[in-house]
């Protein structure tokens, strides 16, 4: 029996939308102020399989726009959030080459990236997504700081993403290492509002949103 609290995400995706989200497993790599949001976004639409991998812990700093901050100052992200996502797998490990190499990510539907780390991105692509067709299904995040209006998100190919710093660096580290794969990034071509580090919830959090969106589009779309 559905439970209630999903009553309403049964209606917009009818039973045989819904059984696809329940069966689905979806990595999420990095729960900050992108991949918490995307986190969320899942867990309340219905994925059945969630993974989290993170090695950080909240500070004060990241009350701003990342969800379990207010809670878990000194704690490791993956424990809050493992509490308050019940069900949820929590893996807390930094994503280094070596276990980026030895992670078996063909368990996964769809993967999601929301590091801020650009060596483990590369690697991280070139495990997944090096070859066309490859699966799971990758999805990536690029700058999110320093940028104000939402409105100004897209998706598309990292090689089609443009306009951001990030990502252009993201680019040209995957070239440096050959990598002749494609994937979906999602990517702001804003300028930026200041030099520093700063961020805005309402921008980090559409990150994951965006990202939630799209993954759920690709569930949805495979065959039983």
Known sequence: MIQKRFSRTLLLFKEEGFSKLQNAKVLILGVGGVGSFALDCLYRTGIGNLCIIDYDCFDETNQNRQIGA?????????KILS???????????????????????????????????IPSKVFLALKIAHQKGSYPTLFSSTGSAKKLDPSKIQCASIW??????FARKFRENLKKQKFRGDF???????EPKCKELGSFSGVTASFGLRLASETISIILKRKI
């Open 70 to 78: 207010f809670e878990g100052i000194g704690q490791k992200k993956v």
């Open 83 to 117: 509490k308050k996502y019940p069900g949820i797998e929590a893996i807390d490990t930094k994503l280094s080459y070596d276990f980026i190499q030895s992670f078996d990510f063909n368990a996964f539907d769809v993967v999601l990236d929301a590091i801020d780390d």
């Open 160 to 165: 089609k993403s443009y306009g951001d710093k």
């Open 184 to 190: 979906k990034v999602v990517f702001s071509p804003e």
